[in-house]
């Protein structure tokens, strides 16, 4: 494989400071929630934004949607939405004399899905094809999706009524789940100087294109991961499975998209391999919402986030972060 060059990790660097800047000056003091959501894109997965009302889930979505050159569709997730609402129907052309496909808003570069634990697991299941294969399949027919493609969904994970779990194969394909929180009380004093009479993100311009996007997928998958860094990644994933504590743990998926964002981590610092703390920098945001714990270690007030720090501890650090090729 054809390694990365240094003129390429310093372009890759350049590019992407310049998206996490253009959001950050909407979603101020958030800039760590931002670099986490553009990874994902550059790493061709989908992301799950899940925090509590308020803190910018929806705005943050958007912003990073001005700011690329690309379509942008969205969906408001209720409990009477139907998946032909997602994916498209078909419907009766009385001029052309045959039914005519209409594609749903699903068919875009980046996919906003507000609230998505708000509607049905039959409607949630619409995204199941199109967030793995990246593809829809109506009427026996198989339409590919533009590219690249991204899901962006928010959640609230406090109110429960009128809301539907998210199943585990639903959350596996999403490559990682990001918490915002709350901004510092500073960001939280500028933001009511910025925003306080009218938004920034209205002033939001483009500053990339979906040909730069396609570019910087493709030098993310030049970056080097030396053997003993894809071990690693493999042991990390495999002890949760075999942790005492955890019921369900990281699948194969997990392993393959700890490793796409790891890659697309290190060219973001305009490095041309891949170090263990681009994998313990990820790891949480990877494999908490994959993960189900024990009854018995929810009764004793475990939390996922424990499990994967103890793993952590335990885990033996390559002694190498780079090995030659």
């Known amino acids: 494989m054809h390694q990365l060059d240094q003129d390429q990790a310093a372009w890759f660097g350049d590019r992407f ?9 909407v979603i101020q003091g958030k800039r760590e929630a931002i670099e986490s959501v553009l990874l ?15 803190v910018g889930k929806t705005l943050l979505a958007k912003s990073l949607a001005r700011s690329i050159d690309c379509t942008f569709h969205r969906i408001q997730f209720t409990p009477d939405l139907l998946p032909s609402d997602v994916t498209g129907v078909s419907i009766w052309d009385r001029g052309q004399n ?26 949630q299941a619409a995204l199941l094809e199109a967030m793995e294969e990246k593809q829809i399949t109506s009427d026996s027919v198989t339409r590919p999706l533009p590219s690249p493609f991204m899901v962006i969904a928010t959640q609230n994970p406090i109110e429960h009524e009128g809301t539907y779990p998210l199943p585990e194969a639903q959350l596996d394909r999403f490559m990682m789940r990001v ?15 910025t925003h306080g009479v009218r938004s920034t993100f209205l002033d939001l311009q483009p500053v990339m294109s979906a040909d730069e996007v396609h570019r910087l997928i493709a030098v993310a998958r030049q970056v080097h991961v030396a053997a003993s860094i894809k071990e690693y990644i493999i042991d990390l994933v495999s002890r949760t499975r075999q942790h005492g504590e955890v019921m ?3 699948s194969p998926r997990a392993a393959l998209n700890l490793q796409r964002l790891s890659r697309a981590r290190a060219a973001s610092a305009g490095r041309e391999f891949v170090t263990v703390d681009d994998v313990k920098g990820l790891v949480v945001q990877v494999l908490e919402h994959r993960m189900a714990l024990r009854p ?9 986030a424990d499990v994967l720090d103890s793993i952590l501890q335990s885990l033996r650090v390559p002694g190498a972060a780079r090995v030659a090729t």
Request: glycine residues 12%; proline residues 5%.
């Open 179 to 193: 918490q915002i929180g709350y901004p510092s009380r500073e960001k939280e004093l500028e933001m009511l100087d």
């Open 248 to 250: 369900l743990g990281g």
């Open 98 to 123: 045959e039914f005519v496909y209409k594609e749903g808003p699903v068919y875009a570069n980046l996919l906003l899905g507000d609230e998505i634990n708000r509607a049905s697991p039959k409607t």
């Open 17 to 25: 400071a310049a998206v996490v800047e253009n959001v950050e000056g």
């Open 40 to 54: 994902c894109l550059i790493a061709e997965g989908h992301v799950l934004i899940e925090d509590v009302p308020g």
């Open 296 to 304: 018995e270690a929810h009764m004793r007030g475990t939390k996922v």
